[in-house]
């Protein structure tokens, strides 16, 4: 039988493409797909790289690209700045506290400790071109508050290291925050924080604005886990976002971590405080759908993965209450992280957080919402401070709460928790 010249073609054309697909099978069975901490370490530099890369050289509000919400209330922009870098290095600092090494992710994490500590400098030195807003706006006070954080959360490694001019300055800094009158709802946790540290580093603090603030917040709780912002209940992520974090770290350096009381407040109590986030921390597990998503609602949505802020503390710290397992925990965070940020779609064309939830979408932003906003997401990566042989790394994956359930298996029944 003879075969026309179409047939022979397609003939020819089927065994070359044989080989071509036997390659690419082998080809993708070679693909590797990342761990769980590659992939958190990939999210977590691409977030940093762009901020500290810029900052170092005093060339952040030279080159970021800054996005305002549609509705901004017209405070001056450039609290961008602060609330970009104060708010990714409360995020970062317990990632770049791990010594160095020799590994990818070492390297990674050296280079960012490197410009961390150069923005540090240049985010107090009045010659510096990156000098933040200190001096000018409330909105100061709050993320003076976050910077505060990262030196509580990474004390040895960014703040020790710090010479004497920049630690002077940074004191300075923070004691004229004073001057901010921090309103009746979770800012009140700001002051706390920024004396909380002050008084960590041996430098004069007032006592009185931490203790009031922990006293108020303290009558703000309304049970089960969850604390009201100021007088009125708000369903919304706050006790994510602060409310939770704050309060315990602030009874923790007041405290020493639970071994003393404070002898004018015996209602604030860190090992009470401690398993109200714990309670919470369930909560939050069990709101991660079997598809990685966290129901939406609430003001400051666009902070995307800083959600689950309260779950990442009790992971670092290793205080996850016994019903959460490490690996079910770790399973759920990576799961959101992966939906979240599996590609580019949430920054902009120069590497920056854009504005939106998931994706640019810019109409959602709050009034006060700029992109440096943003960078609260960096607060669900605190678990990167624990070593790569920690459990929380090392043990198998298992379902999270809401995926066992909708998959038909048994799981555990919820309960209140009661003090």
């Known amino acids: ?51 500290l890369s810029n900052m170092s050289k005093g060339e952040l509000q030279k080159n ?5 919400s549609p509705t901004w209330d017209g405070r001056n922009k450039k609290v961008t700045y602060m609330e970009c870098f104060g708010r990714l290095m409360a995020g970062l600092a317990p990632w770049l506290s791990l010594p160095d090494d020799e590994t990818a992710e070492g390297k990674q994490r050296k280079q960012l400790h490197e410009w961390a500590l150069k923005s540090y400098a240049l985010a107090v030195d009045p010659e510096s071109s990156d000098y933040l807003l200190w001096r000018r706006e409330g909105q100061t006070l709050v993320d003076a508050a ?27 800094e923070f004691t004229q925050l004073r001057r901010v009158d921090p309103p009746y709802t979770n800012w009140l946790l700001f002051s706390a924080t920024v004396e909380s540290f002050l008084r960590k580093a041996g430098a004069q603090s007032d006592t009185y604005r931490i203790v009031s603030a922990l006293r108020k917040v303290e009558e703000w709780y309304v049970g089960d886990g969850w604390y009201s912002d100021g007088p009125e209940f708000a369903f919304d992520y706050y006790n994510s976002f602060v409310l ?44 991660v759908s079997p598809e990685g998503t966290f129901p939406v609602f609430g003001r400051s949505i666009t902070y995307r993965t800083g959600t689950l ?42 590497g920056f957080l854009t504005l939106g939830f998931n994706g640019k979408q810019p109409k959602i932003s709050d009034i006060y919402t700029n992109n440096g906003s943003l960078y609260m997401a960096s607060l669900a990566f605190l678990p990167l401070g624990l070593p790569v042989d920690h459990p929380f790394w090392t043990d198998a994956p298992q379902d999270w709460t809401s995926k066992r359930a909708w998959e038909g298996e048994e799981f555990p029944r919820d309960h209140a928790y009661y003090e």
């Open 146 to 172: 976050y910077v505060a954080e990262s030196f509580l959360r990474g004390y040895d490694a960014l703040w020790v290291p710090l010479d004497s001019l920049t630690k002077q300055r940074y004191i300075t």
């Open 309 to 350: 802020q309260p779950l990442a503390l009790l992971s670092w710290r290793q205080m996850l209450p016994e019903e959460l397992s490490n690996g079910q925990v770790r399973a759920a965070m990576t799961a959101v992280i992966k939906r979240m940020f599996s590609d580019d779609h949430n920054f902009n064309e120069k």
């Open 64 to 68: 970021m690209l800054v996005e305002l």
């Open 244 to 287: 939770h974090p704050m309060y315990v770290e602030c009874l923790d350096v007041m405290t020493k971590g639970g071994k003393n009381r404070i002898w004018n407040m015996p209602d604030c109590n860190y090992d009470r405080a401690v398993k109200r986030m714990q309670r919470f921390g369930m909560i939050l597990e069990r709101l």
């Open 1 to 51: 039988m003879k075969l026309n010249r179409h047939c022979m073609s397609l003939l020819i054309a089927a065994i070359m493409l044989i080989p071509m697909q036997e390659l690419s099978a082998k080809h993708k069975k070679e693909v590797k797909e990342p761990t769980d901490r590659e992939l958190w370490c990939d999210v977590m530099y691409r977030m940093a790289a762009p901020v």
